[in-house]
């Protein structure tokens, strides 16, 4: 499938969470083999020849695309959470929201010196939440080989924050 066609399965719901807001649904995409397996497919292609070692996926819809990719590549994956979902030692990061802050964590063992990481979500809008990622995988010092995204909003101006890294999405807005 094209990303037209993709785009095409992406469901918008008006005012939600809150009013004001167009809410970009994947999981009517999701929901059909062919379309999930284009989208995991469209996300993947710039990276097959880049020896990635480690996926990084970011919680949570991150993780029904790091999963697959990761196998495809025969690389290593490795979940960047919210604070207190990993159980052994972790590094973390808070990032700022556009209403107060979050922070996420990685285990500290998760990714050796020099790795070479793509880290995915499915979702680039402000960039804050994967800039926070980036510092994680840099903290850790992994070679960050790009950061791909099934949808990118384009108006948000996400891209702008991830200056001198390869940044890839299927579908814009």
């Known amino acids: 499938m094209t990303p037209e066609e993709l785009r095409a399965k992406v469901r918008e719901i008006p ?3 809150k009013p ?4 970009y649904d994947i999981t009517t995409l999701l929901k059909e083999a062919p379309a999930y ?4 497919d469209l996300m993947l ?5 880049a020896r990635i070692e480690i996926v990084v996926g970011m ?24 604070l207190g979902k990993l159980p052994a030692e972790t590094i973390s990061v808070e990032y700022a929201l556009e209403y107060g802050t979050n922070t996420l964590e990685v285990h500290r063992d998760a990714i050796a010196p020099g790795q070479r990481v793509l880290i995915v979500d499915d979702l ?3 960039g804050g939440t994967v800039q926070g990622t980036v510092e994680l995988v840099e903290r850790l010092q992994g070679d960050i080989v790009g950061l791909s995204f ?8 996400g891209r702008e924050r991830l200056t001198d890294r390869q940044v890839t ?3 814009q807005y």
Do not use: N
Request: proline share 7%.
């Open 15 to 17: 005012d939600f969470p």
């Open 20 to 23: 004001g807001i167009l809410f």
């Open 37 to 40: 397996r284009s989208a995991v």
């Open 45 to 49: 292609a710039p990276y097959l020849d």
């Open 59 to 82: 919680e949570s819809r991150g993780f029904i695309f790091s999963g697959p990719m990761a196998y495809q590549l025969g690389a290593g994956l490795v979940p960047v959470r919210k």
């Open 124 to 126: 680039l809008a402000t």
């Open 150 to 157: 099934l949808v990118e909003l384009s108006f948000l101006k």
């Open 169 to 171: 999405s299927v579908i």
